[in-house]
Each structure stands twice: as C-alpha cells, then as structure tokens.
C-alpha cells in the first residue's frame, strides 16, 4: 500500500475545498459589510466637571461596529470612549481624547454645516476633525465624531457618526443628541433619509 498517495489524496481534496470557498469569498455575490442602523440613537451625557459620578459624560462610538451600539460610559469605569460632554468657563464643549494627558490623540470632533438629514458624508481626514482642544457646541448644530481606532482589532479602524444636538439644560448640565453611525471600518457615509422608521431608538 502506498501510504503517502493515501494520504496526499485527502489533503488534495480538502485544498480543492478551501480554494473554491476562498474563491466564492472573492466574487461579486459575497457582501461583507454591516447593514446601516435603521434609526438613530437619543443619548444623554452629564456634564463631566460637575455632573454626578454615577452618570455618563463620554461616548464610545468605536462601540457600535459591526452589529452594535455605540454606548454612554462613565470615565471613572473606563477610559475606552471618543469624546466626553463638559461645561468649561460656562460654556458647553466637547473633549476629544487629546485634549486629556495621558490620553493617544486619536479621536475628533467637528462641527458640521447643513441640517441632520442633509449631510450624507462626514469628513474622513484627520486634519479635518479638532483632536486635541474643545469644541463649542451649539444646541441645533450637527458635529461629526470620528472614533479612535478599535482597540480590538489588528489593524487600523475608525468608526465615524454624525450627531445632532437637541438640548442643553439643568444645573448640572445634561445634554442631550441624537446620533447616527456607519457600522463599517473608514466609512464615512451617515446618510439618513431613508431611514424605515424615521424614529430613534432610546
């Protein structure tokens, strides 16, 4: 009995396999991105400097890649967020990573021009998001948020979202937005005006 011509035929067989399912992975019929959320997120934030511990003041866009959500945290449970909500001097801002030490500078906020619905791409560069010092935010205004890198994958990938501001109030501070996010790596389209339901989800 030849043992290596018994053994060679299954081995054969199994790359036969592995080349035509790699194959199919690499044709047209085989679509690897996420679906589009089908409404869009209200989100409060507390005020970071003064709000009570025990609430959010910062958002993990990163979060809501692939078939998640981005979430609110709190910043004494983790540092894995993109931008944080805070009342300096009196005036409501946002707080990219960089503007903390000991924090990469890696995400970035920007504020946009035209309403919600009306902006379909967000900027994808670097150089145009404000990374290091505070953002102003205005209630109406739409910003454009792109993440830090996913801490849990290998290569390079940033999640980007668009958010509306809806309202500031109270003594401490809260705010609330509204936010829509590109579940995929380094895509920047948030379109929303086909959106099912038109709603937003709590």
Do not use: H
């Amino acid at each position: 009995m030849n043992t290596q011509s018994s053994i060679a035929l299954p081995v054969r067989a199994y790359l036969t396999v592995v080349a035509a399912v790699l194959a199919a992975a690499c044709g047209n019929d085989v679509d690897f991105t996420f679906p589009a959320p089908d409404a869009t997120l209200e989100v409060e934030l507390f005020d970071l400097v003064t709000g009570p511990i025990d609430r959010a003041s910062a958002y993990d866009i990163v979060a809501g890649e692939g078939r998640g959500f981005p979430r609110a945290v709190r910043v004494d449970q983790t540092d894995q967020w993109d931008v944080a909500f805070a009342m300096l001097d009196g005036v409501s801002v946002w707080l990219p990573r960089g503007f903390f030490e000991g924090l990469e500078v890696t995400s970035g906020v920007t504020m946009l021009e035209g309403t919600f619905d009306s902006i379909r791409f967000v900027p994808r560069d670097k150089e145009d998001y404000e990374d290091q010092e505070a953002v102003p935010i205005d209630v109406g205004a739409v910003y454009a948020v792109r993440s830090r890198n996913d801490p849990g994958r290998s290569i390079p990938c940033k999640i980007f979202g668009k958010i509306e501001v809806l309202s500031i109030m109270g003594d401490p501070a809260r705010m609330r937005f509204r936010v829509y996010w590109n579940r995929n790596c380094d895509d920047t389209n948030v379109d929303t005006t086909n959106l099912d339901d038109g709603g937003s989800l709590l």
